[in-house]
């Protein structure tokens, strides 16, 4: 009987993978960190299909969740992968991590394991004739041909348009929009989602480059950190603001799909003598009467154990 299995118990590892001037970038840029998550993700490509792996929301959040990371955070180690050549950069922009070295070892793999009906899917194949003659992936980006990321970027809108989600797939500007919001909210700024606007909309006219410079900036998060609203940042005091973001942890380690509406959601916090009065969205107010004890555990009753609460 032929054996179809696709994935592989265990995979070859080159001795001198450390000597790999991309995987020194990769520590260069990420630390230990980086490396991790890397060799997951390569333990979860040949363990699944053996060559490949769909990179999604639910597959940053598995490998952010091992670990304890930001899926942020993930998405960028992932990206600067396919910058560097780890991965097939045009690929993994339609959602697909693989390249020549993990397609030649997969397929060297299962002809030695004399495994019949090996298959690679047509859209994430590259071609034999790279596989031959090429030691390792290259650094630079590997030219693909179009009818090949048609069909995938064809399959991914299909599954985008009845998938929904809070935390977009990688390389969507609104994931990016999140993080945003977080660093201006936290600035005390005192219409942050109104600067993420203004920022976004300031650099993306510019090519997302500062004045003066020829090349787009490459991190834009730090571009972030830097930005000034017009407006003085006077929104919550320091120990409100400070308190809100203790919480504001705990839900993303908790829950990250929801954490986000606690920025999005609240619009002031007065805490007097003996009340504080809140004023939210509907949907953030939603969320704490569905979660009222880790509300009341982890901000009410920690920080304000004797004022009563009110909502505005």
């Not at 630079?140 to 090949?148: F, H, M, P």
Request: glycine residues 4%; hydrophobic residues 35%; positive net charge.
């Amino acid at each position: 009987m032929a054996n179809h299995k696709q994935g592989l118990a265990y995979y070859n590892v080159d001795t001198d993978r450390y000597s790999d001037r991309r995987i020194k970038r990769l520590k260069k840029a990420f630390g230990g960190v980086g490396i991790a998550v890397y060799d997951y993700i390569l333990c979860e490509v040949y363990r699944d299909k053996g060559c490949g792996l769909e990179w999604d929301d639910d597959t940053a959040f598995d490998v952010a969740d091992y670990f304890g990371l930001k899926e942020s955070l993930v998405n960028e180690i992932v990206k600067y992968c396919g910058a560097v050549g780890l991965f097939d950069s045009t690929l993994l922009s339609c959602g697909i991590i693989t390249s020549k070295s993990i397609q030649r070892r997969y397929l060297d793999m299962m002809s030695r394991a004399k495994r019949t009906g090996v298959n690679i899917p047509e859209e994430w194949r590259i071609s034999s004739e790279e596989l031959a003659h090429s030691s390792e992936d290259s650094p630079k980006n590997t030219e693909v041909c179009e009818t090949r990321a048609r069909i995938i970027k064809e399959k991914k809108s299909k599954i985008n348009k009845n998938n929904l989600s809070l935390t977009p797939s990688l390389g969507e500007e609104s994931s990016e929009r999140e993080i945003f919001l977080e660093i201006f909210f936290f600035k005390n700024f005192k219409r942050p989602a109104a600067e993420v606007e203004r920022f976004v909309s300031h650099y993306a006219a510019n090519g997302w480059r500062r004045r003066g410079q020829d090349s787009p900036v490459e991190n834009r998060i730090e571009l972030a950190k830097c930005w000034e609203p017009k407006e003085e940042p006077q929104r919550f005091q320091p120990d409100v603001l400070a308190n809100w973001k203790a919480l504001y942890k705990t839900a993303r380690e908790r829950n990250p799909s929801k954490a986000t509406v606690l920025l999005s959601g609240l619009y002031a916090i007065e805490v007097n003598a003996n009340n504080i009065r809140i004023k939210a969205s509907k949907e953030l107010k939603e969320l704490m009467y569905a979660n009222a004890n880790f509300f009341n555990d982890e901000f009410f009753y920690k920080f304000y154990p004797d004022k009563t609460i009110l909502w505005a």
